[in-house]
């Protein structure tokens, strides 16, 4: 994306939210040879909890997750909306450019005009274009915590607050 590619890397605040509910299981178990491993695994999800953040990978004092914010059920506008003034937005440096998925409540106007009271804006991605948000990769790591967590006997939401420290 020509848009992306002119934001220089040290700019770029990618910004995402992930939801994950109790049925996160391992996909993998060990046995002895010759031996099926099974277990069982509830078939419904009976939570679910989402966590919004950004994620700035350069080595700064700030790179890393920033502003990770859980919560139950799944995002919102209003949401999104109150995490970008109270949580990302004391963080953002003036110049820095949040770039964020076509998800409906990102594409507000809101949004743009929150982002640019602290100088700086938002960059949409195309639809469907999850490799050009570096923060996805965040979430395949923070779910494989939160399943170590549950196996270590955390309850659900425990989990996940762990996994995001």
């Known amino acids: 994306m020509k848009e992306l590619e002119e934001v220089a890397v040290c700019d770029r605040v990618y910004g995402d939210e992930s939801g994950c509910d109790d049925r996160l299981a391992r996909e993998h178990g060990w046995s002895v040879?010759?031996?099926?491993?099974f277990d069982t695994r509830v078939g419904h999800a009976s939570e679910r909890l989402s966590v919004i953040a950004a994620w700035m990978p350069t080595p700064t004092p700030t790179h890393g997750l920033m502003a990770p914010l859980s919560f139950d059920g799944t995002c919102h506008s209003?949401?999104?909306?109150?995490?970008?003034?109270?949580?990302?937005?004391?963080l953002l440096r003036a110049g820095q450019v949040v770039i964020v998925d076509n998800a409906r409540f990102h594409r507000k106007k809101a949004v743009p005009r929150i982002l640019n009271k602290v100088g700086c804006r938002a960059l949409f991605l195309p639809a469907y274009s999850p490799n050009l948000n570096l923060i996805e990769p965040q979430w395949h790591g923070l779910k494989t915590r939160v399943r170590t967590n549950r196996l270590h006997g955390m309850i659900f939401k425990q989990a996940l607050e762990d996994a995001l420290l």
Request: proline share 11%; hydrophobic share 45%; glycine share 6%.
């Open 33 to 37: 040879r010759g031996v099926p491993c």
């Open 78 to 90: 209003r949401l999104c909306e109150l995490w970008l003034r109270v949580m990302l937005c004391p």
